[in-house]
């Protein structure tokens, strides 16, 4: 049996030196950006029988092994950085980056720019993302296949013409009959050159819940001449509930074939029934007449100033006079399994069999994580518990160590049976 004391012993020695080994690993990392602590579980080995009269089992441990070694994805503290391309996950979730052995995954948002404008790791690796744009609201698609998230400072963005206007007016119901325009809103649009222009809408009330409209631009911006080019006009009829009953759908503005500044024209939505709810954005209450919205996805054209990116992983680019546009949007990574990837090194994560097949999204979609932006997540290590397991793992070392003493003088008593 003291053979056996040797050899669990010594199976216990190299199952704690491996748990001081990790533990040291975790207090090295106790600074690195995104880094997840591990733990280390053990387990015992199969069982010697023994003989005996106990109508229990009678079995004798043979020792213990590293049973795992599994990471801890605990969030870590989120520390501000100020810098713009910094990103932190509060949540569950990946950055997916790219290199030349392929896509892996990482919690360090510690990302800047290339030369070439690409969005990189602190090595190289670029992130990944999606930056196509919907031509007709300018919004970032999300879902078709992620690309290199690329946005050039200081490189001249191309002007995006107008196609759609959003309002919230209210027509005060109480407005007299006077035959003369009783309410008139500006609307800033931008034609495909990047020159802004401003059609003006006038409503005139002719009767209990009825107005029309009509919609110009001065004749200048169209061919240099004088007074104004209608666009549209048409009429607005209310319930008794102050709603919108008609039109019962968006109008269209007929802009002119071509601006005078040789842009070509196009139609533009007025968008008064907006998603989601398809509510009326135009009523009639018993309140003054005022517009409390006005929107359009039309940008002049400009240099890129400034980026930040919010809690949906969009990068928000500011240029021109203030103008911001979403220009790309970052993609998160999550897994059935995350304590079965690999690490790679360079706070990289690889794909495994046992992490399972990786569900690649946006941020707050899916069971992923939101993103704070100009912020970095830290290591989750804590030292009190590193230190506390060090001293158990250091106690059971010894205790390993003496038990292989023990069996060593155990053996020699045996054999000095024999003189």
Do not use: C
């Not at 533990?23 to 015992?44: C, E, M, Q, R, W």
């Not at 670029?126 to 970032?140: F, H, I, M, S």
């Amino acid at each position: 049996m003291a053979v056996g004391s040797f050899s669990a012993g010594l199976s216990g020695l190299n199952a704690n030196a491996t748990y001081l080994s990790v533990i040291g690993n975790n207090l090295a990392n106790i600074n690195t950006i995104g880094y997840k602590t591990s733990s280390v579980s053990f387990a015992d080995l199969v069982s010697q029988t023994v003989g005996g009269t106990s109508i229990n089992p009678m079995q004798v441990g043979l020792g213990v092994v590293t049973g795992s070694i599994s990471p801890v994805f605990s969030q870590g503290a989120i520390e501000n950085t100020r810098e713009a391309t910094n990103v932190a996950i509060q949540g569950s979730g990946f950055f997916v980056v790219r290199g030349e052995s392929g896509d892996a995954y990482t919690r360090a948002g510690n990302f800047s720019f290339n030369a070439d404008g690409e969005l990189v790791t602190s090595d190289g690796w670029r992130v990944q993302g999606y930056t196509q744009l919907d031509p007709a609201t300018g919004e970032v698609v999300t879902t078709g296949g992620m690309s290199d998230i690329v946005v050039p400072p200081g490189v001249l963005r191309d002007p995006v013409g107008t196609t759609s206007v959003r309002t919230n007016i209210n027509l005060d119901a109480g407005a007299n009959v006077t035959g003369a325009v009783n309410f008139s809103t500006p609307i800033k649009i931008i034609d495909a050159l990047g020159e802004s222009h401003v059609i003006t809408v006038d409503f005139q009330k002719t009767g209990p819940g009825a107005w029309t409209y009509t919609a110009t631009v001065p004749q200048a911006d169209v061919n240099g001449g004088t007074g104004l080019f209608q666009l549209s006009t048409g009429t607005l009829t209310f319930d008794g509930t102050g709603t919108l009953t008609n039109p019962a759908a968006d109008v269209v503005f007929t802009a002119p074939a071509a601006w005078a500044n040789g842009a070509t024209g196009g139609n533009i939505t007025w968008d008064i029934t907006p998603p989601p709810s398809d509510k009326p954005s135009i009523t009639s209450f018993s309140s003054k007449s005022e517009t409390s919205l006005l929107t359009q996805n039309g940008s002049e054209a400009g240099q890129i100033s400034n980026i930040s990116v919010d809690g949906e992983g969009k990068i928000i680019a500011t240029f021109g006079a203030g103008q911001t546009v979403a220009v790309g949007q970052l993609a998160l990574a999550n897994f059935n399994n995350p304590k079965g990837l690999v690490k790679l090194g360079a706070n990289r994560y690889g794909e495994s069999q046992a992490a399972g097949i990786p569900n690649v999204g946006t941020a707050g979609t899916g069971g992923r994580g939101t993103l704070i932006g100009s912020a970095i997540e830290q290591s989750n290590v804590d030292i009190a518990t590193e230190f506390t397991q060090m001293i158990l793992a250091q106690r059971g070392y010894q205790a390993n160590s003496r038990t292989i003493t023990v069996a060593d003088e155990v053996l020699v008593e045996t054999l000095q049976l024999k003189r």
